[in-house]
């Protein structure tokens, strides 16, 4: 049945919201936009690790065995699923281990949903379109069907933590202010950046998950003041320059958060 598919775009068309989104890459897929190994950090780091190993050492060297094809487990099974026709019998080399490694990928973020997946897009399209997204990135995507919420900002600050800067430092300072001045739904974006999502559990700050279990917003001082801000929404980690001015803290914030498409992120 597609009725639950029907209802999420039934909110796109009439300015209604869901009440829990799904994952950016979730997103991406909606819009068909290639997905790449940085999403899949966001939602698997021990497979994205995996790959990322594979991906920066020679497995020559290393003396590793890989085929194109993937041991899982279902149900106390294990099954193998060749990434290509005869996998099992096609060694992973460095010439072809890109084509692994985006092949993985793929099967993540694919196995065992492809069916209602489609079946998703299939009732979606029935109501909207999905050629009229096309204008919108995975991010404004999330903003339109779940919606712009209130901020409690001092339940903001209550449930945050620092690296490396105390909240009486001048950028603690300038930060929180910049948080007050900003609209909704530019601190959407702000929670966005740095979470990987603009949707709030239902207890507030104080409920934020990680990749491994709950994890609060932290804001911990790296770079220079000429760098932009960094994310880590794995940790809901941001990562903030020593800017000198609130002026500058302002402008290289919006510029992060707005202007850049995944910039920044990891």
Known sequence: KQWYQRRVAITAGHNKYIDKGFTLPFYKRILD????MLDLKSIDEDFYNSLKWVKENDLEE????????????VLGE????????GGEDIM???????EYVNMMVSWRFTRGVEEQFKAFLEGFNEIVPIQWLQYFDERELELILVG?????????????????????????????????????????????FVTGTCRLPIGGFSELMGSNGAQKFC????????????????????????????????????????????????
């Open 219 to 266: 804001i911990e001082r790296v770079g220079k003041e000429n760098w932009l801000p960094r994310s880590h929404t794995c940790f809901n980690r941001l990562d903030l320059p020593p800017y000198r001015s609130y002026e500058q803290l302002k402008e290289k914030l919006l510029f992060a958060t707005e202007e850049t498409e995944g910039f920044g992120q990891e």
């Open 92 to 98: 992973v080399t460095e010439e072809n281990k890109e």
């Open 148 to 192: 712009i919420q209130d901020f409690d900002i001092q339940d903001w600050q209550a449930h945050t933590i620092y690296r490396n800067y105390r909240r009486s430092d001048k950028q603690i300072q300038w930060f929180w202010q910049f948080v007050a001045d900003i609209s909704d739904e530019q601190r959407s974006r702000l929670l966005q």
């Open 62 to 73: 290393c003396g590793l065995e890989l085929y194109f094809a993937h041991e899982f487990e």
């Open 33 to 36: 936009k290639p997905l790449t």
């Open 78 to 85: 294990v099954k193998i699923h060749e990434l290509k026709p």
